[in-house]
């Protein structure tokens, strides 16, 4: 059974960090790209990041570029996202999400598989 388990989000004063985990199992790390995508309150779902485990190949949002870091820790299959800068805007439920196929994910953020969420809330 494919699982995703988020961990990392919490409250944090704007400029401030967090890293979010995305711990997963049941499936082969290697075969497939894993995404962080959020959604805010009242808008729709944004892809923010992917990584495509076999080759390291990532992608992030305009909204995240030099601010977040994805990165995998194969040894433990875990793909982490750093988060750095932090404003009210990123302000949401952040979802980890797993599939098999990288360009379908990146273009349409479809994804098979997907996490829990975990709430990141930044305050002003």
């Known amino acids: 059974e494919v699982q995703l388990v988020e961990s990392g989000g919490g409250l944090v004063q704007a400029g401030g960090s967090l890293r979010l985990s995305c711990e997963a199992s049941?499936?082969?790390?290697?075969?497939?790209?894993i995404g962080w995508l959020r959604r805010a309150p009242g808008k729709e779902r944004e892809q923010i990041s992917s990584l495509r485990v076999s080759d390291g190949s990532t992608y992030y949002a305009d909204s995240v570029k030099g601010r977040f870091t994805i990165s995998v820790d194969d040894a433990k299959n875990t793909v982490y996202l750093q988060m750095n800068n932090l404003k009210p805007e990123d302000t949401a439920v952040y979802y980890c999400?797993?599939?098999?196929?990288?360009?379908?994910?990146?273009?349409?953020?479809?994804?098979?598989?997907w996490g829990q969420g975990t709430q990141v809330t930044v305050s002003s």
């Open positions: 049941g499936f082969t790390f290697d075969d497939y790209t």
């Open positions: 999400a797993a599939d098999t196929h990288y360009l379908k994910a990146l273009v349409s953020g479809e994804y098979d598989h």
